[in-house]
């Protein structure tokens, strides 16, 4: 019982090392659409040209390159593709059609000449709901026509042999290890 609760133990402690080794770092291809996070806080989003120990190229305009040093990234991303705001757009819109069409309903119940009571209470309501089913379509349509990039984040290759030495012939190996 000791012994398979002790290579259980020792299983488990041993299942995040090999998911860690089993990381992808192809994610960063040359052509590959990349966001540099930097400790500024600023992003750099733009194609993936290559990465060497030390600096990242990434072309962020048609005839603009940027090099990134490693120490000033705190992490790469790599867009996996789009989503639309489809929701977001709809979440937006109820509320701001029920609250125009609520307003509109009571100002225009609410004339003079017109006799005041129940009716106009559900009148606004009505409309409220109404207004809170048109805006949110309305919303969900406006959304669904603005796209957004969907990041995964990817590890910048920390293992890599370059050549080296004057003449070229002679090879470094580099790793980086952060804790």
Same mark, same amino acid.
């Given at each position: ?7 259980? #133990? ?14 992808? &770092? &192809?994610?960063?291809?040359?052509? $590959? $659409?990349?966001?540099? +996070? ?14 060497? &120990? ?28 789009? +989503?639309?705001?489809? %929701? ?22 609410? #004339? ?33 026509? +603005? ?21 070229? +012939? ?6 980086? %290890?952060?804790?």
């Amino acid at each position: 019982m000791t012994r398979s609760m002790l290579v259980l #133990t020792v299983c488990l402690l041993a299942l995040p090392s090999f998911s860690q080794a089993q990381q992808d &770092t &192809t994610g960063l291809a040359p052509g $590959r $659409r990349v966001r540099v +996070k930097l400790e500024k806080g600023d992003d750099i989003v733009g194609t993936f040209l290559s990465a060497d &120990t030390s600096t990242m190229r990434v072309l962020t305009a048609p005839l603009d390159t940027a090099s990134v040093a490693r120490a000033a990234a705190t992490g790469v991303e790599v867009s996996v593709g789009t +989503k639309s705001r489809t %929701l977001a757009g709809a979440l937006i819109g109820a509320p701001v059609g029920a609250l125009a069409a609520a307003s509109i309903t009571y100002i225009a119940v609410g #004339t003079p000449g017109l006799d005041s009571g129940d009716e106009e209470l559900i009148i606004v309501a009505a409309a409220a709901f109404g207004g809170f089913f048109l805006g949110g379509i309305g919303g969900a349509l406006i959304g669904s026509g +603005k796209r957004t990039d969907r990041w995964e984040p990817t590890v910048w290759p920390t293992v890599s042999v370059q050549p080296g030495g004057p003449d070229g +012939k002679t090879v470094a190996l580099g790793v980086r %290890l952060r804790f």
